[in-house]
């Protein structure tokens, strides 16, 4: 099995209506997801354009989400921006250092955390509308001009970052190491 070491730069997390989430020094995690935030729950309630029809009850695939500084430069970069993009404005409860391609990361890898705690990766988190337009009315470009409500999801697409479910209980700290372990499907 492919393996990285990856840094934890900062943790998020909350529940805010606008999906921001606040820095902490650290995170815990429980089976249904990160305590204190808003995605912490073994269901969700689906939304316009999920997997299932509107308003169906499924299993949380998004216990957690998870942005690199890499892809947030790249992103910040590609839309100009005039300050570097924060992983908490996204909603992100991690963001990695180490990762440059975080975003394609395969279903069923595995994030490890000294404390014992270990995330699964389930799919790429697509930039949405709704995430585009908060961008809008935080940044500006670097020449001061407004940004377009698209703009985002333009610059985003295929760096957004990943989300998953808890694997194993644990507790995660900025300045953690990371031992990704890549999902590695039967010959």
Same mark, same amino acid.
């Given at each position: /099995?492919?393996?990285?070491?990856?840094?934890? *730069?900062?943790?998020?997390?909350? %529940?805010? #209506?606008?999906? +921001?989430?606040?820095? !902490?020094?650290?995170?815990?995690?429980?089976? %249904?997801?990160?305590?204190? %935030? !808003?995605? !912490?729950?073994?269901?969700?309630?689906?939304?316009?354009?999920?997997?299932?029809?509107?308003?169906t009850t499924r299993r949380n695939e998004r216990?957690?989400?998870?942005? +690199? *500084?890499?892809?947030?430069?790249?992103? =910040?970069?590609?839309? #100009?921006?005039? =300050?570097?993009?924060?992983?908490? @404005?996204?909603?992100?409860?991690l963001c990695l250092s180490g990762l440059p391609?975080? +975003? $394609?990361?395969?279903?069923?890898? !595995?994030?490890?955390?000294? +404390?014992?705690?270990?995330? /699964?990766?389930?799919? &790429?988190?697509?930039? @949405?509308? #709704? /995430?585009?337009?908060? *961008?809008?009315?935080? &940044?500006?470009?670097?020449?001061? $001009?407004?940004?377009?409500?698209?703009?985002?999801?333009?610059?985003?697409?295929?760096? $957004?970052?990943?989300?998953?479910?808890?694997?194993?209980?644990?507790?995660?700290?900025?300045? #953690?190491? *990371?031992?990704?372990? &890549? &999902?590695?499907?039967?010959?």
């Open positions: /099995m492919k393996k990285i070491i990856a840094t934890v *730069v900062s943790v998020h997390a909350g %529940d805010n #209506d606008d999906l +921001s989430k606040e820095q !902490r020094e650290y995170i815990e995690v429980e089976l %249904d997801g990160i305590v204190g %935030d !808003r995605h !912490r729950s073994y269901t969700r309630t689906c939304w316009a354009g999920d997997k299932q029809a509107k308003g216990q957690w989400s998870a942005n +690199s *500084v890499e892809e947030l430069a790249a992103i =910040a970069k590609a839309m #100009d921006l005039n =300050a570097p993009l924060a992983a908490t @404005c996204l909603g992100a409860n391609d975080l +975003s $394609r990361l395969p279903k069923g890898t !595995r994030l490890k955390f000294p +404390s014992g705690a270990e995330l /699964m990766v389930e799919e &790429y988190n697509p930039p @949405c509308h #709704d /995430m585009g337009k908060k *961008v809008a009315a935080l &940044y500006t470009k670097s020449n001061g $001009r407004p940004l377009t409500s698209i703009a985002f999801s333009k610059a985003a697409k295929l760096t $957004r970052g990943i989300v998953g479910v808890v694997e194993a209980a644990g507790t995660i700290r900025a300045g #953690d190491v *990371v031992t990704v372990v &890549y &999902y590695n499907p039967p010959a």
